[in-house]
Nanobody
């Protein structure tokens, strides 16, 4: 695959998880990246984006709790998720918009 997510799992509310997404390219330099999620019965929605220069945007539902970051040399983008809530339960997908690459999705489950 071209994007591979890792780091998902189950967590109690209030806990933290960090998702990683590694791209099968030499470097992420110059590429914007994004994280999306899809909860059961819901549409795919954007969670966070990071530009090639490091500027970030967040969905209002995760702002202040999630942080997107990147390590271009490792071709990896991260999503640090703190103070998790049951409504964060979803399949999380990594996306490289320029080439329309998508990861296989990784499950995050938060129990109350």
């Amino acid at each position: 695959g071209q994007l591979a997510e890792s780091g998902g799992g189950s967590m109690q509310a209030g806990g933290s998880l960090r998702l990683s997404c590694e791209a099968s390219i030499r470097s992420l330099s110059g590429y914007a990246m994004a994280w999306y999620r899809q909860a059961p019965g819901n549409q795919l929605v954007s969670v966070a984006t990071i530009s090639s220069g490091g500027a970030t945007t967040y969905a209002s539902s995760v702002k202040g709790r999630f942080t997107i970051s990147r390590d271009d040399a490792k071709s990896t983008v991260y999503l640090q998720m703190n103070n998790l809530k049951p409504e964060d339960t979803a399949l999380y997908y990594c996306n490289l918009p320029r080439h329309d690459w998508w990861g296989q999705g990784i499950q995050v489950t938060v129990s109350s």
